[in-house]
């Protein structure tokens, strides 16, 4: 019991200082569990048709379930704050904004007890002010398409391609908004997942890169991002079904009594 208790706490201290993508372990979920999930990233991108660098601070908490066998949908609130290089001679830092986000899994049943191929897609809004009223906002969407090696119960290794896809508006004080997006929008990426089955504990470190992605990160991530995310899921007993009628422990015992009435009546 100990050693678990030291288990879990270990994951969470490795999880704070690290930089998430979380992956909930799908082969672990069911309709009587509840994932919980708390995730930390630091991504870059270019955006606009000037492909200035943007960096984004992302802290979320999610929660997934699995209704049926190998499909997971989550849902979750995350704060989200948006830094955009100068440009022009004009720099954008903002500040947290509110990021709703929801997305679904679907995984294959395991090929060789160990290999898994995943699908799906990931949705996040966000919305970050600077002190000058000036704000950036919109959704990126994040389908991918992935194959899940566990060799052990122990951990998973993921590895294939996100897209990362930005519909934003840049909007100035006066309410004058303009839109901007990315040109790279398609993203190699791998992550390692350490899970306890036991007490249903995981952590995640994710990292990805897209086609430009450059080795310089003095300033942040430029067109990739790295994350840790931990998390656990949360179980419940199903209910019993109460039984229709009292079982009868001497089926014949009614039969019995109406003998012994019949034989008291003979002897009269």
Known sequence: MK???????????????ALPRAEFPLESMAPNRLGLQYG???RGQDITSKDVPSHEVLHTLSLG??????LDVEAGIG???LSVDRYNGARFSGGYGLAPLFGATLASPALFDMLRITGGGRFLYFNSEDDRNYTYSGWVSSPFLSAVFSPSGYFDLEAGARGHLINGDMQAPSGQKQTYSNR????????????SPSEYAFLTVDADFSPSADPDWSN??????????FGTLLGWKAKSKEP???PQYFP????MKERQKKMAEELE
């Open 65 to 70: 379930y699995a209704p049926i066998p190998y």
């Open 252 to 255: 014949a015992y009614p039969e």
């Open 40 to 42: 930390f990233a630091f």
């Open 220 to 229: 942040g991530p430029r067109e990739a991002s790295i994350g840790v995310s």
């Open 79 to 81: 704060a989200d704050q």
């Open 3 to 17: 050693t678990m208790q030291a288990m879990r706490m270990l994951l969470l201290a490795l999880a704070i200082p």
């Open 184 to 195: 790279e929008t398609v993203r190699g990426f791998v992550s390692f997942t350490l899970k």
């Open 244 to 246: 229709k009628s009292a």
